[in-house]
């Protein structure tokens, strides 16, 4: 039986290298915008001034690429489970930084898709996005059907959650997939009770104040501001210890994309050689990496925020 327009394009998506692909349709995120607005207003989002912005692009998918009217949304899986057990230093990165950086890698495999699809609709226009744009991605992937919203909010699935989310915007008329209804954390509360900082208050609900991937990443000046800085953690570019604690991500398989393959400084780096980094070795191990938005001074004093300096 020949394959339906949908199914082909969902081959088309594996055959590039994504683990899995979805399709939804451009309809209004009406909850969400709700949740997102009680969010900001409790200044859960800390410093994050751009989740304050674009809310109504954010809502509806329209505004943000005109004549929507289907989202394919695709994961891509970074996990690098072995990282733990063969890395020679005490520090860590998260392992979605131990490779190139995702933006790039995932914009490059859904251009590819673009071009297949305008192959086949020569006439159509599309638009595609990973973790840069006022998306809701995690709801996305779970309207496409990839997967649940996990306690720790990330989108969780049964081989885990360590995958990025990337998603095109199209005029091509597509048939939805049936949304992940239900969730299956069950009663375990690992990721909550894993966090040293209970930045998850309470299921599905995190205070970015208190997260340690927020103040790695995403604080804007050099120090660490004082209260958080009681919280002695070894990463030192992120926080992995809520995706860590989750049952679904015990037996997560290795990604097979090369480009997010661990680079050999961060697996063979040892304590002293981190904590002696260079601005010149800072930028030629990290040149094609996400780590580099954070820039070397942020870098370093999160190394000196693990060392206990
Ligand atoms: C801002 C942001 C952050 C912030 C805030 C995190 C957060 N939870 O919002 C910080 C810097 C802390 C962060 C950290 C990380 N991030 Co981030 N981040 C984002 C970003 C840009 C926006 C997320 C967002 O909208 N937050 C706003 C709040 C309101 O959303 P929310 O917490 O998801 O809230 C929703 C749910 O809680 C839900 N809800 C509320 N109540 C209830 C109740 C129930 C019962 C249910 C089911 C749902 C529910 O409604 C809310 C609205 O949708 C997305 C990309 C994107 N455009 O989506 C990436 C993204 C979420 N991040 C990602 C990653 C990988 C991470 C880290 C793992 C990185 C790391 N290792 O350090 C950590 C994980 C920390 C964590 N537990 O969330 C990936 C996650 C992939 C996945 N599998 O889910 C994304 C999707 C990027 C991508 N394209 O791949 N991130």
Known sequence: MAQSLEQQ???????????????????????????????????????????????????NPHLLHENTQSIIVVLLNYGNPTYFTHKKSDYSLVEYALGEDYHIVLKEKLRLLTDYLSKIFPESHHRCFVDSAPIFEKALAVKAGLGWIGKNTLLVTKKGSTFFIGEIFTDIPLKSDSPQKESHCGSCNKCI?????????????????????????????????????????????????????????EHRTPNTTPELKIKKEILNYSNSEW??????????????????????????????????D
């Not at 980094?277 to 001074?297: D, P």
Request: proline share 2%.
């Open 275 to 308: 904590e002696m980094l260079s601005e010149k070795a800072f930028n030629r191990i990290f040149k094609n990496s996400a780590v580099k938005r954070i820039g070397y001074q942020n870098f370093k004093e999160n190394i000196r925020m693990a060392k206990g």
């Open 9 to 59: 394009i969902k081959s088309k998506a594996i055959e590039i290298g994504f683990d899995a692909c979805g399709i939804t349709d451009s309809a209004t995120f009406d909850k969400e915008s709700l949740s997102l607005d009680n969010w900001i207003a409790n200044n859960y989002h800390a410093n994050m001034d751009f989740i304050t912005r674009h809310r109504d692009k954010r809502k």
């Open 193 to 249: 009770e894993a966090c040293p900082t209970n930045a998850l208050e309470k299921p599905y609900l995190l205070n970015a104040n208190q997260c340690l991937s927020y103040h790695s990443i995403e604080r804007k000046q050099v120090a660490w501001e004082t209260d958080i800085k009681n919280y002695k953690s070894k990463y030192i570019y992120g926080c992995d210890l809520c995706q860590r604690a989750c049952p679904y991500n």
